[in-house]
T-cell receptor, first 114, second 114 residues
Framework: DQQVKQNSPSLSVQEGRISILNCDYTNSMFDYFLWYKKYPAEGPTFLISISSIKDKNEDGRFTVFLNKSAKHLSLHIVPSQPGDSAVYFCAASAGGGATNKLIFGTGTLLAVQP | DVKVTQSSRYLVKRTGEKVFLECVQDMDHENMFWYRQDPGLGLRLIYFSYDVKMKEKGDIPEGYSVSREKKERFSLILESASTNQTSMYLC?????????????FGSGTQLSVL
């Protein structure tokens, strides 16, 4: 079963507009969430994270929102730039610790049109 | 700058061959991971290791094994390659208190099994 779901395989937005990428999870034990960005022919790179004790975390143009009751998180990119075009993965973990592991979603391909 | 290096960018092998994928990290991280990325399935964890000579099965370990003889090196072994193992393979490492967050990924190896 897919514990972390990204239901939109792709998203297209205009340069300068807001991009909103969504992620849903089913495991109520998840307490830490991350977003990774992946360009073609490169490995994913860490973008932003949020702990379950918060409902918002902001880093420059990127903001992650967490709604624990809905088991939903979203990544907002404002303003969107062509260089943001990439695949975005959300990921979640439960409890931390050396042997814990990240569960990744299936990814959303963002295309920012100039 | 942190670095995770995968030995091959592209690899073509024949069904039944034994395949070795090598990964080296220079960050003195305790934890290392092997994922595969497939369209529509996201990143799925194959194996991980939290210490030298230690290994743990991930979500899809069948048909794979791993070796970690030195802290900086983590090898993925396909005992007898099959066509359904054609995929992008990504190695990652992490360290720190919440050891599984902020994975640092290599650039990936695109393996084709014919």
């Amino acid at each position: 079963d897919q514990q972390v779901k990204q239901n939109s395989p792709s998203l297209s937005v205009q340069e300068g507009r807001i991009s909103i990428l969504n992620c849903d999870y089913t495991n109520s034990m998840f307490d830490y969430f991350l977003w990774y960005k992946k360009y073609p022919a490169e490995g994913p790179t860490f973008l932003i994270s949020i702990s379950s004790i918060k409902d918002k975390n902001e880093d420059g143009r990127f903001t992650v929102f967490l709604n624990k009751s809905a088991k939903h998180l979203s990544l907002h990119i404002v303003p969107s730039q062509p260089g943001d075009s990439a695949v975005y993965f959300c990921a979640a973990s439960a409890g931390g610790g050396a042997t814990n592991k990240l569960i990744f979603g299936t990814g959303t391909l963002l295309a920012v049109q100039p | 700058d942190v670095k995770v290096t995968q030995s091959s960018r592209y690899l073509v092998k024949r069904t039944g061959e034994k395949v070795f994928l090598e990964c080296v990290q220079d960050m003195d991280h305790e934890n290392m991971f092997w994922y595969r990325q497939d369209p529509g399935l996201g990143l799925r964890l194959i194996y991980f290791s939290y210490d030298v000579k230690m290994k743990e099965k991930g979500d899809i370990p069948e048909g794979y094994s791993v070796s970690r003889e030195k802290k900086e090196r983590f090898s993925l072994i396909l005992e007898s390659a099959s066509t359904n193992q054609t995929s992008m393979y990504l190695c990652a490492s992490s360290g720190g208190d919440r050891a599984n967050e902020k994975l640092f990924f290599g650039s990936g190896t695109q393996l084709s099994v014919l």
